[in-house]
């Protein structure tokens, strides 16, 4: 029976205080005053219960449909978190969602067939307009667009000083109001403004964004007879966010790419032209306001919202995420925000430096920082054309992180910022297309260019992927080769006659590894210890001994040196031992494949899905990160795999699917030591491990990609391989991945009675001085929210009892609920122990009930936060 965690919670808040009164009436040396005030603490510790139960009896009896507040913190309630807390917290209830705007849908866009303007037309704008509709917002709309469309004509008067009759052709789009400025409104205005202003509107949408006008541009210049023309894209910014910085912005922007100097560079040096060109967040035009030709627009991929674009974009900031957490990569000069990676809204931003045979130039003196253009006006003498780029450094970088890496020449080589993340995002979006020349001012311009020029010049599109296999660093797949999961492992026919027995056998599949090194004989002990216990039979905990009850079969696999295993054969030749051994096949590194034997069991389960089935190993996972280990802890490795071939753990049961040694859901679903006996009926449901593999692997970048947009929390446990299930990590993560998973351990439960001194509320489990297990089964979890050491007490409370955390916790519903729909596209059963383990479960519950999929996102959005001040 599962223990209730309020229960626990309570007891522990109880035993803390005891715990202190103890510890202050041993220093007092009075035994009156511990006794009086041990009799204190329990008469008010009932009387807090008794309080306790009588407030909830009464909000049962509050109205029904009573609107819930949103509260950072909330009165007890029926979802309760303890495990390493120590006591019982406040739960969190799911925010109120506000009515969601109509949101843009890309099949509401119509490709339009947009005439070429007259030959000799001076400028070719595309303008991207929204009207909000509201009154004050509209007539602020409106008096943008007059001073934006005033600025065009300005420029056309003054290239009527060298030329006469200079003309512009203005095609735009209308977002939002459009009964606040209908077509003939604007092109009275655009008459009223300069005679030879012709302006056509192209489009309305109700809802849009800026995607639906660069992907007219983009169309545009397909057309052939368009190829060496010059496109100016403004927007109207400032329509709807009135700020004082966004006036000054717009009107630098909108003066910049309307100058003859952007319109007509000279010798036509340059395919792009704007304000200001920046290389540090991507090689783009802060503001996103340009002009370019479109013999380059065409090279790019269209823009339209939901395209290619946009999946290939955060694609190689995926990548780059993966990279950066195995270390091949870093950031450094920059913090994490979605307008510096170009994610969400900021993509388009990004769009038109996004090839790598852009020629940029820029119109702003270097002299003009980005500060003083949004802050100020400009003036004709913070103009001074030139090629770019030649602005080293831009606004945001941490004090110190140029001088970190200034002569580092390592770091300049894995910056993202730097060369790196651009030859990520280009070979990402454009393939061998984005790969660039030889003499590109990339090389050039970024550190360590000369380096990656070389890497380019011979890897090409693969330079990135080269260079990180080449790092120190190391990641694998588990899996020898990947497959489609048809053919290889097959039953013996002979072995057919053990799974009509009235007793099924014991199927254990089992990974041996055999290091090169020192730890060979550890390995070897292991190894022994395990037949060991397997040729004894299983584990009772009445006798505490090992009764020979089924047959075992045994399938293994052997990584790296088996040379020295001639006991091994020895032991399943012998009779006597009710051992048959079946060899499934030799790898050559003790580090790599571990998965290969869970490949094996999913396919023995999919045979076979009445049996049962084990998982052992003689090698216990490491920490990620940390170098102490005991991989091959003989004593550990007996007592695990004792408990998962024990009687208790053999025994059929409807509560359980999978049963371990211990059991902990943080930071992810596992049992120490990822020994276990399951199901079969319920291991046939899971992902084929190395399908799985490939599937947490995509998971974890959409994750990543989260974290950036600050939509999930770490507030327990860091991002890591091993946290997320990343390539060799997710053969932890399998067999507690599915959301049916319903698990049970055996090892007991060491309560400490001073958690004040002992630094939590369990101890762990010592497996060194006996052979003799106190195993005790029970549903799980039971025990701590995770192993002894690697959560405090503090940090948990604090989670806990914080809605902003709560919604967004990746290690909590949050990031449990996206996997599960993720990998299988289902929520847990209402009868799962994780409604009532994780905090708010009855709100998540209900939550995936209506939303499903979408659960996530509707139940943690109010709390997001992108961070960024524009």
Known sequence: MRISRQSIGRRRRLVNNISNVLSRGRRDGSLIRYAGRLLLIVTASVFILSLNILIRSNNDHQKNGQQRQLRSTTTTGPSVRSGTTGGVTKPTHAPLLPVEPKQFNPEEFRRKNIRL???????????NLFIPYESEGAKHAIGVITEQLGQVASSLQKMEQ?????????FYNLIGNEAAFPQKNMKALCSKLHPRLSCEQIGYYETASESVTLQDIYDFCQNDAAADARITYIHSKGSYHQTEINTNWRRALTDAVVHPDCLFPPDDQCNTCGAQFYTRFSTMYPGNMWTAKCSYVRKLLPPLEGGEYDRKKKESVTKFLIYRLWGQLKSTLLEDRVDYFGLGRYRLEHWIGSHPSIKPCELHNVSVSFERMITSNMTADDYAWGMGPRRAEVVDEFPDARERIENNEDAQFREYFFLPGNLLKWFTLYGSEGVPSQSSWAFKFFPAGDKWKELVRVHGVNAIEEMAMQSSYGFQSSYATNNDGKGGFQIEHEDEKYFSDSISPLVVFYHISIPPNDKKLSALHALKSQLDVLSKGQYDIISRSYHRQRHVI????????STKIGFFTKICQDPSNHLTCRKLGE???AEANSGESLRNLHKFCLAKPSQSVTYISN?????????????FSMQKIRAHTTAVTSKMCLKKRDTCNVCGSEFYPLPFNHFIGNTFTASCDYVKDLLPPEKFENAMNDAAGDTLVSQLRRAVTTELFPFTPQNLGLDQYSVEHWIGSHPDFEPCDVAPVRHSWFPLFTGGSYLPNDFTSSRSYDFMWARAPRRSSAPVGQLSRKTETMATETDNIVFREYYYLAGNLFRWFKLYNKAPPQNSWVWQWYPSGNEWMQGAKKHGSDVVTKLSKPFWDEGVPF
Do not use: C, M
């Open 117 to 127: 303007p007259p030959s000799g037309t001076s400028i070719i704008l595309f303008y």
């Open 162 to 170: 060298d030329k006469s009759k200079a003309s512009a052709a203005l």
């Open 554 to 561: 045994l399938y293994y696999t052997i990584a790296g040196n």
């Open 587 to 589: 790898l050559p590194s």
């Open 619 to 631: 090698t216990l996972p490491g920490t990620y990160g940390v170098n102490k280990t005991e991989s």
